[in-house]
């Protein structure tokens, strides 16, 4: 019911749209709330009650893998196929996925909220990829290396902040009252995120379909969780972290390196048409994903 009701936002969402009732300005302030209220309050809700324990392994080496795999099959695989900027949109849409903004729903949906934990954590290394790396291979596309200014922008990033804070603090660190208020503001995360993803499909999404970008959405939607699967199939890993895991890697396309790339005017045309159809796509992969693992 929950998904349902999410995908029934991303309609509603993409009408208000096109009736002009949700606007650019809308979603500034949407995206606003979104890295800097609800995703640090799934942080705050969730890290603290992680146990750790080998288990983490999974989500933490998961990420890296689908990222640098990525990276390396795009930049180096494709190089004389493919242009540099179309490599780079490749290899950042390909290896960072929606962990959160879909993932996280997902995850409840299927699994229920007392696996969302790994989740966060599959989602904070993606994050940190995000920050980082990816931001070294944008500066490094616009000859803007500045590693000063990658260091700021990680540190002041609110939810990196929250992921630090959590780290360190016990799970009944939070009074009741305050543990309330914190779930009211991480529920808001998913509604919040499709009415974002709704903007960008009714402004971006249209039926011109191109080599490069059915290579990008399949290496996210099939290839990585398929990668995931088979390299940790035969590991000790509980079964449940283990779904949660494959589960995140096989989300769509990451909003945030698409509106940075798309800011920067690197392929904005290709890295629109991969971040919308990677999403509505994988409201079909995903539960595909999610009914092999149950019979396998």
């Not at 998904?3 to 009732?21: E, H, R």
């Not at 159809?277 to 539960?287: A, D, E, L």
Request: charged share 10%; with cysteine; hydrophobic share 60%.
């Amino acid at each position: 019911m929950q998904l349902l009701l999410l995908i029934g936002l991303i309609f509603l969402s993409v009408l208000l749209t096109k009736k002009k009732l949700i606007t650019s300005n809308t979603i500034r302030w949407a995206t606003r709330w979104v890295l800097s209220v609800a995703l640090p309050a799934v942080a705050l809700m969730a890290i603290p009650s992680l146990e750790i324990n080998k288990q983490l392994v999974t989500p933490i080496l998961a990420p890296l893998l689908v990222f640098f795999v990525s990276a390396a099959v795009f930049f180096i695989g494709f190089k004389a196929i493919f242009s540099s900027e179309e490599r780079l949109v490749l290899a950042l849409l390909g290896g960072l996925g929606n962990t959160s903004f879909l993932g996280f729903p997902f995850i409840s949906f299927f699994y229920g909220m007392e696996h969302l934990s790994y989740a966060v954590v599959y989602d904070q290394i993606g994050f940190l990829l995000l920050v980082t790396v990816a931001q070294v291979f944008i500066a490094k596309q616009k000859d803007e290396l500045d590693v000063k200014g990658i260091l700021k922008r990680i540190l002041l990033f609110p939810p990196f902040i929250a992921l630090c804070i959590a780290l360190f603090i016990p799970s009944d660190f939070f009074s009741e009252a305050i543990t309330s208020i914190l779930k009211m503001l991480s529920a808001s995360l998913s509604p919040v995120a499709m009415v974002i993803v709704g903007y960008q499909i009714a402004m971006h999404v249209d039926f011109v379909f191109t080599k490069s970008m059915f290579y990008g959405i399949g290496y996210k939607l099939l290839v990585a969780p398929m990668l995931i699967f088979v390299l940790f199939y035969f590991f000790n890993v509980e079964t449940q972290v283990f779904k949660v895991t494959i589960i995140e890697a096989a989300m769509a396309p990451m909003v945030t390196p698409a509106i940075i790339l798309t800011n920067y005017k690197i392929a904005p045309k290709l890295t629109a048409q991969i971040m919308c159809w990677g999403i509505i796509f994988s409201f079909v992969t995903v539960p595909l994903w999610y009914w092999f693992l149950e019979i396998v």
